[in-house]
């Protein structure tokens, strides 16, 4: 069972693409962030125009002007505003952040082409078009539900999809102790190395990014464990010190199998 | 990152909770159901049903997360590694309650203590200023105590599920692991029950907006005449039958999802603080490097 959807999508120069598809709860969350701020944005144009058009009224009095009037145009106006701010915010937004808004940007998900390009302006005015429509009763909400690539009306229409957007995994780096740096060299005369696969140095690694976090007790266990495992794979026979904490020795893993493959062979 | 099938899950964001408990439920809706709709009947049973019922809960929380760490089994199964605890489910669960309950009154009454200065500076100017004070103090108040609630409840989050998963520990235990567990998620625990709130609105609305256009022809007669008529009458009472109907069949249908929010929480957060995703993966021998013999 695979918890998220994937697409391929082959573009032109025959290379496919996958990307995994945003999820109905990103899509909820970067809607309720954009929703929040153009509710803010409009109530701060609400508070301006309200005092401007006061002033504006009684200006255009002093000057022996027609009120009524003036005030149709200043609805209009206002009208026009709150408009030109709902859609405006995504159509903008998506434009000029390549699918992206304020809210799909937090929760790391943007919108592209069907063929994989980014979004341009035309179809970012079809999506924020087709919002309000998507909006009532929930429309949009069943679609992305229940449709297999995750499209509500104004995707169906613009031929767009909404993936999660990949960062670069530039995260935070491992660190190592000097004195796993020491022993790296002694294993890499001593023990196979090279008996690891990718995947298990993928598993070190995230073990190593991932320790801060853990509880004392699961952190302690969970080491213990992988070194023995990995004692096992690279045939070390005899710990190199008779009593060494487990990280330090999974770091010095780490950083043997990094200097005897580099990027050669790479997890990811 | 291409996902391979037998990819273990990495550690998700708020929306991919939601998402994956979506799709958890998805793949198991007729199991799910069904489970849940005994619990939903077993509760209308006093005591023994209440504790039968919360034990179903928790079978579902538990078949999802099975399912979750690639260790699927049947509800059979599920059912007799819960079982010897039918009882302990109702007694920690009232307990949970409990402990709910008076972190509510404790954290009232602190702080209606702190803002009585508030109200005192307010009564002595004036009438005006008494009521906008009295007003600021019952909204202060109320905001706190519903914060820290949905502090707590988010904090005690997975207490059934523990108990369900964890045979081996302390019943009371379970109370403590679920503090333990959520340390530092308790935020990402609360958006994830607001997202999930958020996606089930739609049915939720349902609810309401049925009744209401139900009711709708009924109202006017109501206003004009000073004694409504018996139509009227009958209109406002089909639209609440209506409105409880669908708001027990839309409780039967989220109330899984809820149990299923609950095995991912459950899994992302053991994998963020326990590294249960963390195992060097079973292979083929003949993928290893050819070695000397």
Known sequence: MSLFKTISIQTPESVELEFTLAGIGNRALALLVDYLLVFLLLSLVAIFSAFLSEQLTSVFLALGGDADGLNLWLTAIALLATAAIYGGYFVGFETYWQGQTPGKRWTKIRVINDNGKPEGVFQATLRALLRPVDDILFLGFFCIIFSHQEKRLGDWLAGTLVVQSETVVGEAQVKISPAAQTLAADLMEQAQIGNLLPDDFATLRAYLLRRQVMTTAARKQLSVQLAQQLQAMIELSELPQAEMPAEQFLEAIYVAYQQQFGDRRRAY | ?293
Not at chain 2, 22 to 29: A, D, E, K, V, Y
């Open chain 2, 1 to 293: 990152m291409a996902s391979q099938p037998a990819s273990p899950i990495r550690p998700l964001n708020v929306g991919d909770v939601v998402s994956a408990a979506i799709s958890l439920f998805r793949t198991n809706f007729g199991t799910f159901l069904g489970l849940n709709l005994k619990s939903v009947l077993w509760f209308m049973v006093p005591v023994y049903g209440w504790a039968r019922g919360l034990m179903i809960q928790s079978q579902i929380a538990r078949l999802g997360f099975r399912e979750l760490s690639r260790q699927p089994e049947t509800v059979n199964q599920s059912l007799q590694a819960i079982e010897p605890r039918l009882w302990t489910f109702l007694g920690i669960g009232l307990l949970v309650w409990l402990i709910q309950a008076a972190v509510g009154y404790a954290v009232s009454f602190a702080v209606t203590i702190i803002t009585i200065p508030i109200s005192i500076l307010g009564s002595a100017g004036g009438e005006a200023a008494a009521a906008l004070s009295g007003l600021l103090v019952v909204v202060v108040v109320q905001l706190v105590v519903f914060a820290a609630q949905l502090w707590i409840q988010a904090r005690l989050y997975l207490w059934n599920l523990i108990l369900a998963m964890e045979p081996e520990i302390e019943s009371t235990t379970a109370i403590n692991r679920s503090w333990e567990l959520t340390k530092g998620n308790g935020v990402r625990v609360l958006f994830s029950l607001l997202i999930a709130y958020l996606v089930m609105l739609p049915l939720y609305a349902l609810t309401m907006v049925i009744p209401v256009l139900i009711a709708l022809p009924f109202l006017g007669g109501l206003l004009e005449s000073d004694a409504p008529s018996a139509a009227a009458l009958l209109g406002l009472l089909l639209a609440a039958l209506v409105f409880i109907v669908l708001a027990i069949v839309v409780s039967i249908f989220t109330a899984p999802f809820f149990q299923t929010i609950k095995s991912v929480l459950y899994y992302d957060l053991r994998s963020r603080r326990e590294g249960i995703d963390i195992q060097f993966r079973d292979r083929p021998r003949d993928q290893r490097e050819p070695r000397d013999s």
